[in-house]
């Protein structure tokens, strides 16, 4: 039966059609082997928002999602207890102002009971040290307030750079510790970035091209930089190609990346029919002597502009075939 249905086959492409066609000699061709890895969209620059003070979050103006621009209110921490702080020091600076008020007017008295020679000098000395001390006290009491205010002031949370709102992990109300992460904002554009196999880490070379497969369409990119630090066996690299910006962040993307080159048969694609299940390819055996031959066929690649598929067996390096080749 399997010799009925080949002579068949051979019967199709043995007619006149494949008597003209134009030979195709087959010969080893180095090819580039790719592995398909699945690559992260990843922003360029990625910073916390922090708050620079402890207390409670009282105000929160974005969410995930929203574009903010560099120094933008993003949150507000109250610390109850730098008010109260503020105004102790006010009730401070005006009892020593108060006492400042009474050392004055006894320094006066003590230049015109000077004057009269009824005190000595340096009696009159120590009013005006008095002073003096009152003075300095005021003007630290004040330093101290300023700088309660500049640290009520820090409880404002500023966006540190332009972009997009990552995340977002606390809510209103939420108490906060100096240092903690309040929105984590993305900016600078977006690159890809690959965890390859460890295997393939002497393969790769940084500015290699390679294939990224998004929505059934092919993009070209370049391997931007190749990280010499191995981290759970997998080698980080990072991509540059263009047209990511629509892609959410740590969105994943299919990438051919190249391994390494090896040596196969290639055919045209065209010249492979399909018969019941089985690869044939014309092969000529004489001038006017064409017969199908069995092969086992392998990836397809694109060499030159011209689809190519991969011969496992069933051919030989000097085969031709008779197909229409350029």
Request: proline content about 3%.
């Amino acid at each position: 039966m399997r010799g009925l249905i080949l002579a068949m086959a051979i019967g199709v492409v043995t007619g006149t059609s494949a008597v003209a066609e134009s030979p195709f000699v087959v010969e080893p061709i180095e090819i580039v082997e790719f592995k398909s890895v699945f690559g992260r969209v990843e922003a360029r620059n990625r910073v916390p928002a922090r708050s620079r003070l402890g207390g409670t979050l009282v105000s929160l103006t974005v969410e995930e999602g929203d574009m903010v621009k560099e120094g933008a209110l993003l949150a507000t921490v109250d610390d109850e207890k730098l008010r109260i702080q503020l105004e102790a020091n006010d009730a401070q600076i005006e009892v020593i102002q108060a006492q400042l008020v009474n050392a004055r007017v006894e320094l006066t008295r003590g230049e015109d009971l000077l004057q009269r020679g009824v005190t000595t000098v340096q009696r009159l000395d120590a009013l005006r040290t008095q002073v003096e001390v009152l003075q300095g006290q005021i003007e630290a009491a004040q330093a101290q307030a300023r700088v309660i205010v500049q640290q009520a002031a820090e409880g404002d949370v500023l966006a540190p750079i332009s972009g997009i709102v990552l995340r977002v992990p606390v809510t209103r109300g939420a108490v906060m510790q100096a240092g903690e992460t309040i929105v984590e904002i993305g900016g600078g554009g977006v690159f890809l970035r690959l965890a390859v196999p460890e295997r393939h880490a002497q393969s790769l070379k940084e500015g290699a091209e390679i294939v990224i497969e998004r929505e059934g369409n092919s993009r070209t990119g370049r391997l931007d930089k190749i990280f010499p630090l191995i981290e759970n066996g997998r080698v980080i690299a990072d991509v540059e190609v263009g047209g990511l910006e629509g892609l959410l962040v740590d969105a994943r993307v299919l990438v051919s990346l190249p391994v390494g080159k090896t040596t196969s048969l290639m055919v045209p694609t065209q010249a492979i029919l399909t018969r019941f299940g089985l690869d044939y390819v014309p092969v000529r055996r004489g001038a006017d002597d064409v017969v199908l031959r069995n092969v086992v066929v392998g990836h397809e690649s694109q060499i030159n502009g011209e689809p190519m598929t991969q011969i496992l067996s069933g051919l030989v390096a000097g085969d031709i075939l008779a197909v229409d080749h350029e």
